[in-house]
Nanobody, 115 residues
Framework: QVQLVESGGGLVQPGGSLRLSCAGS????????MGWYRQAPGKQRELVAT???????NYADSVKGRFTISRDNAKNTVSLQMNSLKLEDTAVYYC?????????WGQGAQVTVSS
């Protein structure tokens, strides 16, 4: 059974940094598109960043230059380094793994940016 488990959320001041990690199990994720999405209160879930095999990562315009997605296929992990965090980055961040029409989600990690 496929499972995705996030870790690394928390509370940080504006301008600070956090790193989210997602560990996958139950499949070889090297052939899956993996990424991060987020959902702020009262808003729809939105893409943050995705990565697929050796291609260039895809980032939302709002995080370009501040966030970096990386993956370790040998360990079935995907990470999101978040720098220069802003108040508007506050959200629950979800790890996602997709192949074709099959998509799995992690349970979510709360990221709160507050002074």
């Amino acid at each position: 059974q496929v499972q995705l488990v996030e870790s690394g959320g928390g509370l940080v001041q504006p301008g600070g940094s956090l790193r989210l990690s997602c560990a996958g199990s139950g499949s070889d994720f090297s052939v899956w598109r993996m990424g991060w999405y987020r959902q702020a209160p009262g808003k729809q879930r939105e893409l943050v960043a995705t990565t697929f095999r050796g291609g260039l990562p895809n980032y939302a315009d709002s995080v370009k230059g501040r966030f970096t997605i990386s993956r370790d296929n040998a360990k079935n992990t995907v990470s999101l380094q978040m720098n220069s965090l802003k108040l508007e980055d506050t959200a629950v961040y979800y790890c996602n793994a997709t192949i074709g029409f099959i998509s799995y989600w992690g349970q979510g990690a709360q990221v709160t940016v507050s002074s």
